[in-house]
């Protein structure tokens, strides 16, 4: 059974400031995501990890962004530094053996 | 790339009534086809999907969508809706190509009056 818990739920920070994400998937997935949800909008896929490594961060602002996926279980993202246009959910998905993928609750970043 | 097009972003209906929300694709090649829904400050659940098989698929909450390939469509339905079916609907697609790749749709948020 799949499961992934985010931390935190909600951050709120002003613009140029740093801030971190945290996704912990309950048992061992081997594809991990990060999505950004601009509010009216559909996810947006940032990265995807196979394993620990990374299949596709063609969507990743590289010069604010950075992820990374530790022994292949949990994964960070972090942005540093923020901007207002970063206000947005981010959500953690994992590929389920039924070959969809299985979100957790998000976290709400609000930029000021 | 694939796209995916969900016909309009607001539908509200009565308590009872029928529920449609539109979904079509790109690719001329059949991809894997899901629905997600998703309540106020939640993740994404999923519904119900086609990978292969009969067209007519059955999901969670009375929900069902229909693959239809010669339309590239796969439009959600319920034939009766419920107050708690208020929330905002995602169509997503996978594949032809690579199947570990989703591509969502722009939402469609369900209102039931009443």
């Known amino acids: 059974e799949a499961g992934v818990a985010q931390s935190p739920r909600y951050k709120i920070i002003e613009k140029r400031q740093s801030v971190a994400f945290w996704c912990n998937p309950i048992?061992?997935?081997?594809?991990l995501y990060w999505y950004q949800q601009i509010l009216g909008q559909g996810p947006k896929l940032l990265i995807q990890?196979?394993?620990?490594?990374?299949?596709?961060d063609s969507q990743l602002p590289k010069d604010r962004f950075s992820a990374e996926r530790l022994k292949g279980v949990d994964s960070t993202l972090k942005i540093q530094p923020a901007k207002l246009e970063d206000s947005a959910v981010y959500l953690c998905?994992?590929?389920?053996?039924?070959?969809?993928?299985?979100f957790g609750p998000g976290t709400r970043l609000t930029v000021l | 790339a694939q796209s995916v097009t969900q016909l309009g972003s607001h539908v509200s209906v009565s308590e009872g009534a029928l529920v449609l929300l539109r979904c079509n694709y790109s690719?001329?090649?059949?991809?894997?086809l899901f629905w997600y829904v998703q309540y106020p400050n939640q993740g994404l659940q999923l519904l119900l999907k086609?990978?292969?098989?009969?067209?007519l698929v059955k999901g969670i909450n009375g929900f069902e969508a229909e693959f239809k390939k010669s339309e590239t469509s796969f439009h959600l339905t319920k034939p009766s809706a419920h107050m708690s079916d208020a929330a905002e609907y995602f169509c997503?697609?996978?594949?032809?190509?690579?199947?570990?790749?989703?591509?969502f749709g722009s939402g469609t948020k369900l209102n039931v009056k009443p």
């Open positions: 690719s001329s090649v059949p991809p894997y």
């Open positions: 990890f196979q394993n620990n490594g990374v299949v596709d």
């Open positions: 997503a697609v996978s594949g032809p190509y690579n199947f570990n790749k989703f591509y």
């Open positions: 048992s061992g997935h081997a594809t």
């Open positions: 998905a994992v590929t389920s053996g039924g070959g969809w993928q299985f």
């Open positions: 086609y990978t292969t098989g009969a067209t």
